[in-house]
């Protein structure tokens, strides 16, 4: 079974570009997650999926940051304009639904220069 | 709000040595507990699960224990490899405590055997 698929691996960007993180769920898996690690620190969250529907999105900074999950599978996450503060690494996660456990993929390393 | 708290790293250990990494939490609910790993370069592994308070969950020789009365859920094993070097979470899971969904993480504790 092929696990949660994330793109690009790393990205390096100047400040004020975009930026977008692509996430494709295991197979069947309802519940999508975002979650933001920064250097030394655990994940936090940044939205979750039901389906297509966005059900948790209070800690996503809606100023500069955006999601989507068409179809309710694959799932973008873009930042517009990055900062430098961006400089992370983001993961995406999927469950059957929010009451199973997680399977992460293996993020995406941003560098804002 | 819901949060875990897991010991400060690095941990340095010689391998066959015992491992114990200490965590405690604070829910609303009644959650389930987790330890996820993540390998160098890699993502998060789940390593193991406890879902109620007494459950044991264990793995790849690696055990903790769900204990409500002290709100904890410890990590321990053995004898620890060389290949057990990582950074280790503890995380916790409260989708019906009533606050934000998701996991809520440890800071991690980087685990580090010296052959």
């Known amino acids: 079974e092929a696990g949660v698929v994330q793109s690009p691996r790393y990205k390096i960007i100047e400040k004020k570009q975009p930026v977008a993180f692509w996430c494709n769920p295991i197979?069947?898996?309802?519940?999508l997650y975002w979650y933001l690690q920064n250097l030394g620190q655990g994940p936090e969250l940044l939205i979750r999926?039901?389906?297509?529907?966005?059900?948790?999105d209070s800690q996503l900074p809606k100023d500069r940051f955006s999601a989507e999950r068409l179809k309710g599978v694959d799932s973008t996450l873009k930042i517009q304009p990055a900062e430098l503060g961006d400089s992370a690494v983001y993961l995406c996660a999927s469950s059957l639904d929010r009451t199973y456990e997680q399977y992460f993929g293996p993020g995406t390393r941003l560098t804002v220069t | 709000g819901n949060s875990v708290t897991q010991m400060e790293g690095p941990v340095t250990l010689s391998e066959e040595a015992f491992l114990t990494i200490n965590c405690t939490y604070t829910?609303?609910?009644?959650?389930?507990l987790f330890w996820y790993v993540q390998y160098p370069g890699e993502g998060l592994q789940l390593l193991l699960k406890?879902?109620?308070a007494d459950d044991k969950g264990s793995n790849k020789g690696f055990e903790a224990t769900y204990r409500k009365e002290t709100t904890s859920f410890h990590l321990e094993k053995g004898s620890v490899q060389v290949s057990d070097s990582a950074v280790y979470f503890c995380a916790l899971s409260d989708p019906w405590g009533g606050g934000a969904d998701g996991l809520t993480f440890g800071k991690g504790t980087h685990l580090i055997i010296q052959p």
């Open positions: 999926y039901e389906n297509e529907e966005a059900v948790d």
């Open positions: 197979s069947g898996h309802n519940t």
């Open positions: 829910a609303t609910g009644y959650p389930s």
């Open positions: 406890a879902t109620k």
